[in-house]
């Protein structure tokens, strides 16, 4: 079993729209979760981080967590072109004594104008 | 605004030749992470390193891969012998800590084995 699933995609969206973007983790004892922006052929980008349960908010995105259902999701409101890209979830579990952060393999997200 | 440093940008080498990667991490970051990133796929951790010393390095092919940060601050990643499978982005990240700290990603280098 994978340890951070995401929905390889693409996740298509008008300009304007709601963009949701899931992920499910296998680690119960897992802290703290990220989601990076990738842009073909650039590096990842931090946009969100989350440590708690329930929302957190930050301009158009927002991060909601739950825990008991191991799962993290990213919304975009007002959907722009150019947030077009590829979003990975990565999850901050313990392995063997220290923290690793773990990656999943990044849904893609078009939105068309 | 401070950053990941990473060289080369891109690198074009035969197979069977060796290659190395350097990566300088933001000022006062203890952890660093070398990562591989398949086209398609998510980044796979290579090594971890907290300070100088090694905490994860259980996805090195350690028979061609080595990796060191002798000072605790700058590293370097090298591949002897190169193969074509090894074509991939090299991502270097660092946090201010071990834990549940924020990571920033450097550029990363492309290479292509040919």
């Known amino acids: 079993q994978k340890e951070v699933e995401q929905n390889s995609g693409p996740l298509s969206v008008p300009e304007g729209a709601i963009a949701s973007l899931n992920c499910t983790y296998s680690d119960r004892g897992s802290q703290s979760f990220f989601w990076y922006r990738q842009y073909s052929g650039k590096s990842p980008e931090l946009i969100m981080s989350?440590?708690?349960?329930g929302d957190k908010e930050d301009g158009r995105f927002t991060a909601q967590l739950n825990k008991a259902s191991q799962y993290v999701s990213l919304l975009i409101r007002d959907s722009q072109p150019s947030d077009s890209a590829t979003y990975l979830c990565a999850v901050n579990y313990m392995n063997t004594g220290f923290q690793k952060l773990v990656f999943g393999t990044g849904t893609r997200l078009l939105v068309s104008p | 605004e401070a950053e990941v440093a990473q060289s080369p940008r891109y690198k074009i080498t035969e197979k069977s030749q060796a290659v190395a990667f350097w990566c300088d991490p933001i000022s006062g970051h203890a952890t660093l992470y070398w990562y591989r990133q398949i086209l398609g796929q998510g980044p796979e951790l290579l090594v971890q390193?907290?300070?100088?010393?090694?905490?994860?390095d259980s996805q090195l092919p350690k028979d061609r891969f080595s990796a060191e940060r002798l000072k605790g601050v700058d590293s370097t990643l090298k591949i002897q012998p190169a193969e074509l499978g090894d074509s991939a982005m090299y991502l270097c990240a660092s946090s201010f800590t071990l834990g549940n700290a924020e990571a920033f990603f450097g550029q990363g280098t492309r290479l292509t084995v040919v």
């Open positions: 390193f907290q300070d100088e010393s090694v905490v994860d």
């Open positions: 989350i440590y708690s349960n």
